[in-house]
């Protein structure tokens, strides 16, 4: 799967390493400003520019959270979606004969039970190895093997029932299709580096600004450089939805949810 590579990265160390890069151009700016204040002491207001700035500063950082957040609460509904639909699914199996009853309730349990396999590959951070296609791969020919079992009953029995059996089959699968989609769009690797260069860029300005006036709070630095950081690489943990602080854990317990109710005997 192509991703950012920033991916690859803990948000924890992206976080650290743009409040120490924020810090270092704040300082360095500033000492410049201070130098550059004794040699000329007339110098350019830069105020408004420094004023402008950290509006436009503000401004992407909330809407690239806003577009983050709003990607992982979709995310978190569509998996809760799929995890109902299987649930709708395995129940609408009663309508099949036995033999066909019995080995499609059977390939939805292992279904599941690999869905929950799944969450805990992408959980452990390791994407695009040999296990996580591999699981991939049985996923899909487990939806072949059940689309074989519907689409033969339906054949044989083109009933309002099994039609329904198979529209929620197809739901299941549909979904299942959604997510590995969302889990590849992500923000490109370039937005991330022009907000990130965008905070080196303010934190420049206001240093060398505060130099030229001779005053600057270290410690209001400090603080603003972390509260930054913050939401920079809390939007970036938005983004890896499974290997981030911040997880799809209400999709991982509907569909355990659903694991639990489909392994308790059947009710035909």
């Known amino acids: 799967m192509a991703e950012n590579p920033l991916h690859e990265l803990p948000t924890a160390l992206i976080a650290l390493m743009l409040v120490c890069a924020l810090l270092l151009a704040l300082f360095a700016s ?94 452990s951070g ?13 996923g899909e020919h487990l939806q072949h093997q059940l689309w074989t079992i519907v689409a033969g009953a339906v054949r044989q029995s083109p009933d309002p029932p099994h039609t329904a059996l198979m529209t929620a089959l197809n739901s299941v699968i ?13 923000v490109p690797i370039i937005v991330s580096v022009v907000i990130a260069l965008s905070c080196i860029a303010w934190a420049v300005l206001l240093g060398y600004s505060s130099g030229l006036n001779g005053s600057g709070s270290r410690t209001a630095w400090v603080v603003v450089s972390v509260l930054i950081s913050l939401v920079f690489g809390v939007a970036m943990d938005f983004d890896r939805p ?7 854990s209400a999709a991982e317990v509907a569909m355990t949810n659903v694991a639990n109710s489909i392994n308790m005997p059947p009710v035909d």
């Open 242 to 248: 499974r290997s981030g602080f911040i997880t799809t």
């Open 126 to 138: 390791a994407r695009n190895t040999d296990e996580l296609r591999r699981k991939l791969d049985e």
């Open 30 to 123: 500033n000492a410049l400003g201070r130098r550059t204040a004794t040699r000329q002491p007339k110098q350019l207001e830069l105020g408004p520019l420094e004023t402008m700035a950290s509006g436009l500063l503000g401004l992407l950082l909330a809407f690239n959270f806003s577009i983050a957040q709003s990607r992982f609460d979709a995310r978190q509904e569509m998996l809760v979606r799929e995890a109902d639909a299987i649930g709708t699914a395995y129940l609408r199996c009663s309508v099949l004969a036995e033999d066909d009853r019995r080995s499609c309730r059977e390939k939805f349990r292992q279904y599941v039970a690999l869905r929950i396999e799944t969450y805990a590959v992408y959980k």
């Open 174 to 186: 549909d979904l299942d299709s959604d997510r590995r989609a969302s889990l590849r769009i992500q």
